[in-house]
């Protein structure tokens, strides 16, 4: 189960992460997103990283399709 818990940790960290950079690159080569737009990916991060934890809770582990 602490495997499981430390993947999912990586895992929310990584797509934390690639979601910034996406937002950070559009931002230095001209295409700024609006604050609203920004907050709705966020929004849609949140709730990938809650059906995530639901999934662990529920199923007693944490695996990504195709990461069995």
Do not use: D, N, R
Request: glycine fraction near 8%; proline fraction near 4%; hydrophobic fraction near 70%.
């Amino acid at each position: 189960m602490i495997e499981a818990i430390i993947s999912l940790l990586i895992y929310v960290c990584v797509l934390a992460l690639v979601i910034y950079v996406v937002i950070w690159i559009l931002g230095q080569i001209g295409i700024a997103l609006p604050p609203q737009v920004i907050k709705i990916l966020w929004i849609i991060v949140t709730l990938i990283v809650l059906l995530m934890l639901v999934h662990l809770v529920l199923a007693g582990g944490f695996a990504l399709p195709g990461f069995h």
